[in-house]
C-alpha cells in the first residue's frame, strides 16, 4: 500500500510514520508535504497513493484548498486536533475524521479498509460463533449488527434474537471484512444492508436504525462521511 502524508509538523510526520509501520512494516511512505503547494505539485506529476493522511492546518492554509485546486480519488482521511474542521472534511468526502492525538486503532482501521477496496475479501454466507457451552452457526445475511457492550460482544439478528458470543469484535470484523458491513462507532458494528433509516440532527451528526435492534445507534464522527458516502448523502 502507498500513503501519501501532508503535514507540516515533522513530528507528527514521524508519530504517522512510526504507527504506519507498525500496522505494516510492507506500508510504501511515498511522501510527506508540508503545504497546499508541495502537495498539488506532488498530486499533479505524480501516481495517485492508495492513501493519503491529511492534516487540515497546514503552513500555508487549509488543505481543503487542495482538494479544490487538483481532483483527488484516492481516500483521505483527515487528521487534525480541531473539531471544527469536521464538517468541512465529510464536505470533501474524507473517509475518516481522525482526531490528534491519533489513536493507532482508528488508523489501522483506516488502513485496513483501503485494503478490502484495493483487494476485496470473499464474502461469508454464515459465521460460527463461539458461545458459552455450545458453537452457533448463523446466516451472515440474517445479522443485523454487532454490539460490544458490557464487556461483551452480542450478535442481532434481524429478528431481534440476542447471540452474545466470546469471540473478539476485531476477529469477527475480519471474518466479516468481504462482507456488507461497516464500523459506525466503536461499540457498534453493522450490516448496510440492514439499515432502515437515517436520522441527521444536522449536518454534523447521524444516526442509524437496524433491523432487530430498537434504538438507534449514534455514528460517530470518524465513520459519518463514509455513511453518507455509502447511502450517497
Known amino acids: 500500500m502507498r500513503v501519501l502524508i501532508i503535514e507540516d509538523e515533522q513530528q507528527s510526520v514521524e508519530i504517522t510514520r512510526g504507527a504506519l509501520r507498525s500496522i505494516d512494516a510492507k506500508i510504501e511512505i511515498v511522501g510527506a508535504l508540508p503545504s497546499i503547494k508541495a502537495s498539488v505539485d506532488w498530486l499533479r506529476n505524480n501516481p495517485e497513493p492508495d492513501l493519503i493522511l491529511c492534516d487540515v492546518r497546514l503552513e500555508d492554509g487549509e488543505s481543503f484548498e487542495i482538494l479544490r485546486r487538483v481532483r483527488v480519488s484516492a481516500p483521505i482521511g483527515f487528521i487534525t486536533a480541531y473539531d471544527e474542521y469536521a464538517r468541512e472534511a465529510f464536505r470533501m468526502h474524507g473517509l475518516r475524521y481522525l ?113 432487530g435492534w430498537a434504538d438507534p445507534i449514534a455514528v460517530s464522527r470518524n465513520y459519518i462521511a463514509y455513511i453518507r458516502k455509502i447511502f450517497d448523502c
Open 99 to 211: 482526531t490528534k492525538p491519533l489513536q493507532i486503532d482508528e488508523l489501522r482501521e483506516l488502513v485496513q479498509v483501503v485494503r478490502d477496496r484495493i483487494n476485496p475479501p470473499q464474502p461469508r454466507v454464515r459465521l460460527t460463533l463461539a458461545c458459552e457451552g455450545e458453537m452457533r452457526v448463523v446466516q451472515v445475511k440474517e445479522i443485523g449488527c454487532i454490539m460490544s457492550e458490557n464487556g461483551g460482544v452480542t450478535i442481532v439478528m434481524e429478528n431481534g434474537e440476542k447471540i452474545a458470543t466470546q469471540m473478539l469484535v476485531g476477529r469477527l470484523e475480519a471474518q466479516l471484512a468481504g462482507n456488507n458491513f461497516v464500523r459506525v462507532s466503536r461499540r457498534a458494528f453493522v450490516n448496510v444492508d440492514k439499515i432502515t433509516r437515517l436520522l441527521r440532527a444536522d449536518k454534523s451528526t447521524l444516526a442509524v436504525k437496524v433491523a
